[in-house]
């Protein structure tokens, strides 16, 4: 079983590229999650989508967009790449709202 | 924000060894959850305790909830080499969680 798989696994990027990140579950989970992880901090919350057809704003949003394309897979998209945006990014799902989360490997990205 | 706060940040014990590390938080919980990472791999849930327990086992992990101190432990006991990772504990804010930034723990043979 595969669980949450992110691709890719690296990116760089030049300021003002645009890119998406993917991320796709088998684990039939109704909520999937998108954080950054920065060195010294907490994960992040940028955007969340509690079931299918539905999408939030977490706690860092701007600079982000997100799509989730049915149960299944959850894009996150940077629309014009700046260097604070270099961050390790992680998909994770749940079965529900205080359920414990399931990680991908996460998208090492860098903005030059 | 960050609600949580592991400490210490680092901690590097002999194998064998237990291994203790804290979190604190600010607001009342529903749960608080420890995750452990490995080096450039994502989080691994270990445990969930809920608000009304005090204490929970899995294994060589003992999770140990303080309400009244809005504070929690993971404790390791006989720790091994493959415990070597970062540890987070994570509180339930609405519908998201809130993150500390985590403990190193270092396991030396």
């Known amino acids: 079983n595969a669980g949450v798989t992110q691709t890719p696994k690296f990116q760089v990027l030049k300021t003002g590229q645009s890119m998406t990140l993917q991320c796709a579950q088998d684990?039939?989970?109704?909520?999937m999650y998108w954080y950054r992880q920065d060195p010294g901090m907490g994960l992040r919350l940028i955007y969340y989508s509690a079931s299918e057809g539905t999408t939030d704003k977490g706690e860092v949003p701007n600079g982000y967009n997100v799509s989730r394309l049915n149960k299944r897979e959850f894009s996150l998209r940077l629309e014009s790449a700046a260097p604070s945006q270099t961050s390790v990014y992680f998909c994770a799902t749940s079965s529900g709202p205080n359920s414990p989360l399931h990680f991908g490997n996460g998208t090492r990205l860098t903005v030059t | 924000s960050q609600q949580g706060e592991e400490d210490p940040q680092a901690l590097s014990i002999q194998e064998g060894e237990n291994a203790t590390m804290n979190c604190s938080y600010k607001?009342?919980?529903?749960?608080l959850q420890w995750y452990r990472q490995n080096s450039g791999r994502g989080l691994v849930h270990l445990i969930l305790i809920r608000s009304n327990e005090r204490e929970k086992h899995s294994g060589r992990l003992r999770v140990t909830l303080d309400t009244s101190k809005k504070s929690s432990s993971l404790l390791i006991t006989a720790s091994r080499a493959a415990d070597t990772a970062s540890y987070f504990c994570?509180?339930?804010?609405?519908?998201?969680?809130?993150w500390g930034a985590g403990t190193k723990l270092i396991i030396k043979p």
């Open positions: 994570a509180t339930d804010a609405g519908y998201q969680l809130i």
């Open positions: 607001t009342s919980i529903n749960n």
């Open positions: 684990m039939n989970h109704n909520s």
